[in-house]
């Protein structure tokens, strides 16, 4: 029998669907998962952006900038009133954190872009250098004394230049290439090769940090060698001298420093004490407590109105919560654990030794020293007189924190998978794409008879 054909206009026999039915028109839909679902649902997102290749670039770069900006806005509000007291613009302190944090973004933006080789080339004349102006630093009418400290050397002018702050790039990058050679030759499993010269080297820093008076230097470059020991494998009986060690000597040079057991006296401190040992710190305290959730205000600090010594220096932390309260301070602890995990993340991907050890180092030196400004302003450590990395006044500090950063950048960006997704990236414009994918396109159109495309 012939199949019935269908007239003109008439509509084809309906198709019954398969699966699931369509709801009545009105009719509820069911819910795809309660709350627990849609929680799980959202974890696994996150989890997977988390994953990406870029999450460290990023991470490094965005919480590095905020802090570096936002640490710009706070020295500006936490040094006017300083300035003023001296006769200076209100700006004075701003404006020459500002020139740092330019200075300091030419070397972010050139270490980002360095190769590795670049790096390790320049991992000894960094330490040289370094070592020579630390050395100037000790001769008398070369070096220039600070609050008791003689670590700063005078370029002319009102710029000052802290040698002992550039150690710990030095003893990054060149312990780094020295613990990778090493490892290649497999020459770390014997503990002499993996205390020498390392140790010797750092312990030369940690004198010559020492004869200034700087404590808190010398406490971020101890931490910066546990670090480079831990990366390379130090045998935790060798690891446990070593910082057994290391704190006799803590305990001896404090113990016969009258300022120093002075400090560590005011530890927990809620009254300024005999003759106002503890002023600092119990102001300090002070800040953080009248700041409330939200702060009283950009600018409206009261404690920076001579209340707070270096309002605008070591404790800009305390300022930052008496004007922008919990939430500012919370925010800026995040920032700071989220360049923390992403320095960690770089050096536990990566096959480099070389990379692993600098990513470690930088990682290690910037926590520690946030650790202990902060615990020092909350009043949990002994005030240590160390800046808060990237966001404290002082272009000393400054610089080689921001060159740090910069090899966080490169290193993150070197990850194979991270290569391979900036390598996908190209320009939206077809005309500026590579030359295969452009010739591939061109032979998918079609020519017409009168030769037009």
């Known amino acids: 029998m012939p199949a019935r054909q269908m007239l003109p206009g008439r509509r084809p026999p309906a198709v019954k669907a398969q699966g699931r039915k369509r709801p009545a028109p009105g009719a509820k839909r069911p819910a ?55 006769g200076l613009g209100d700006a004075y302190f701003f404006k020459k954190q500002f020139l740092a944090a330019v200075i300091g973004g030419v070397l972010l933006l050139a270490a980002s872009r360095m190769p590795v080789k670049l790096h390790r080339a320049l991992s000894y004349p960094v330490l040289a250098g370094t070592l020579f102006l630390m050395v100037l630093v000790q001769v008398p009418g070369i070096g220039v004394s600070i609050n008791g400290n003689q670590n700063w050397i005078s370029l002319g002018g009102p710029f000052m230049l802290q040698p002992s702050e550039f150690g710990k790039l030095a003893l990054i990058l060149w312990g780094a290439d020295l613990l990778a050679r090493k490892g290649d030759k497999g020459l770390l499993t014997q503990w002499k090769h993996l205390l020498v010269p390392l140790v010797p080297v750092a312990f030369l820093l940690l004198g010559l940090i020492m004869l200034g008076g700087d404590m808190g230097t010398a406490m971020i470059l101890g931490a910066v060698l546990f670090g480079l020991l831990w990366l ?53 305290i002070y800040a953080l407590a ?127 998978a991270a290569r391979a997704a900036l390598a996908m990236r190209q320009p939206r414009g077809g005309w500026r794409r590579s030359g295969p994918i452009w010739k591939s396109m061109r032979r998918r159109v079609k020519r017409r008879p009168s030769g037009e495309r």
């Open 290 to 416: 009248s700041g409330g959730w939200f702060g009283s205000g950009l600018g409206a600090s009261v404690e920076k109105w001579g209340q707070l010594p270096e309002a605008h220096t070591d404790f800009i932390f305390a300022i930052t919560g008496e004007e922008l309260g919990l939430a500012g301070t919370l925010s800026v602890l995040a920032l700071f654990a989220a360049l923390g995990y992403a320095g960690i993340r770089v050096a536990g991907r990566t096959e480099d030794s070389f990379v692993r050890y600098a990513a470690g180092g930088v990682t290690t030196w910037i926590t520690a020293q946030a650790v202990i400004n902060i615990g020092a302003v909350l009043g949990l450590l002994p005030i240590a007189g160390v800046p808060l990395p990237l966001f404290s006044y002082g272009g000393s500090a400054l610089l080689p924190t921001m060159f740090a950063v910069g090899l966080l950048i490169a290193f993150a960006r070197e990850e194979p």
């Open 232 to 284: 390379a494998g130090a045998p935790t009986r060798l690891f446990a001298g070593v910082l057994a060690f290391a704190g006799v000597i803590v305990a001896l040079l404090i113990k016969t420093s009258p300022h120093r057991m002075d400090r560590l006296a005011c530890i927990g401190a809620t009254e300024p004490g005999r003759n106002d040992l503890c002023w600092q710190a119990v102001h300090g």
């Open 32 to 86: 795809r998962g309660g709350p627990l679902e849609r929680l799980r649902r959202t974890r696994r997102q996150l989890t997977k952006a988390w994953d990406r290749p870029l999450t460290a670039y990023y991470l490094i770069f965005g919480s590095s900038l905020l802090i570096t900006v936002l640490g710009l806005v706070m020295v500006y509000s936490a040094s006017m009133i300083k300035a003023l007291q001296l």
